[in-house]
């Protein structure tokens, strides 16, 4: 595939994951939308974006699938530059059945966006959300990663974890598969955002019990294979946050 179908196109991670984000020019930071299409014709739709992303973001997404097949929107957390143009997004999906899906901690503050659609608590239903296929979203809180109520889902299917902004990159990656400075890539953007060692520790020990095959984190590129051993120990020994701030 050449560059421009790594930019510019959806781009299939495996059958069932497509990125449909956006690789910016400028200096926004890079983000990365993601769809899994399930048995049957049901899409799930992570971290759908912001306002600017939103045409290109969405022209990926009508590339896959007709918009209506989404019936489920997962956030990782509120920030803007996840859910910013959830409104449009809600509007253009246009079902009055779609879910936005989301810790309480996350919700409440959502709740100020002004959106139609219901709101799923995972905390109030086992950090769970079963499709209609049968298949199992799994929900991992992340407390303080760098949100109060920051998420990862696992498809126990496909081994596949959505991180969120963990394990994410500010490096401005060339495409989703690009990890040329991996593992250092992922310094700068936990060293700025998440709040120590100790807490961003505390959420790894968390998702160690998964058996994951690839991690698809909100920013930079994807993290497969023997990268996945590395990128726990990696940010396992990592001063972050408060760990960096000098007493003066
Ligand atoms: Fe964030
Ligand atoms: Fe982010």
Not at 204 to 230: F, N, W
Request: glycine share 8%; with cysteine; net charge negative.
């Amino acid at each position: 595939m050449t560059q421009d179908k790594l930019t510019e196109q959806p781009v299939a991670i495996t059958r069932e994951f497509f990125w449909v984000g956006f690789i910016g020019k400028g200096t926004r930071l890079s983000c990365n939308p993601y769809l899994l299409l399930d048995e049957g014709g049901e899409a799930v739709f992570f971290d759908p974006g912001s306002i600017p992303d939103f045409p290109v973001v969405m022209r990926k997404v009508i590339e896959v699938i007709p918009p209506k097949h989404i019936s489920t929107i997962v956030v990782s957390h509120q920030d803007p530059d996840v859910c910013g143009n959830l409104a449009v997004v809600e509007d253009v999906i246009d079902r009055e059945d779609l879910k936005i899906v989301g810790h309480s901690n996350t919700l409440r503050l959502m709740d100020h966006l002004g959106l139609k659609s219901g709101l799923y608590a995972i905390d109030a239903h086992d950090y769970r959300l079963q499709l209609t296929s049968g298949r199992i979203l799994e929900f991992i809180h992340l407390p303080f990663l760098h949100a109060a109520g920051a998420i990862a889902t696992f498809d126990r299917a496909s081994r596949t974890l959505l991180s969120g902004d963990l394990f994410a990159s500010l490096e401005g990656a060339a495409s989703i598969f690009d990890n040329a400075k991996f593992p250092h890539s992922m310094d700068r953007f936990h060293q700025t955002y998440m709040p120590s060692n100790a807490i961003l520790q505390r959420g790894l020990k968390s998702l160690e019990p998964l058996d994951i095959d690839r991690i698809l984190p909100q920013h930079g590129g994807v993290i497969g294979g023997d990268q996945i051993a590395v990128a726990f120990k990696h940010l396992r020994q990592l001063p972050c946050g408060a760990d960096l701030m000098k007493d003066d």
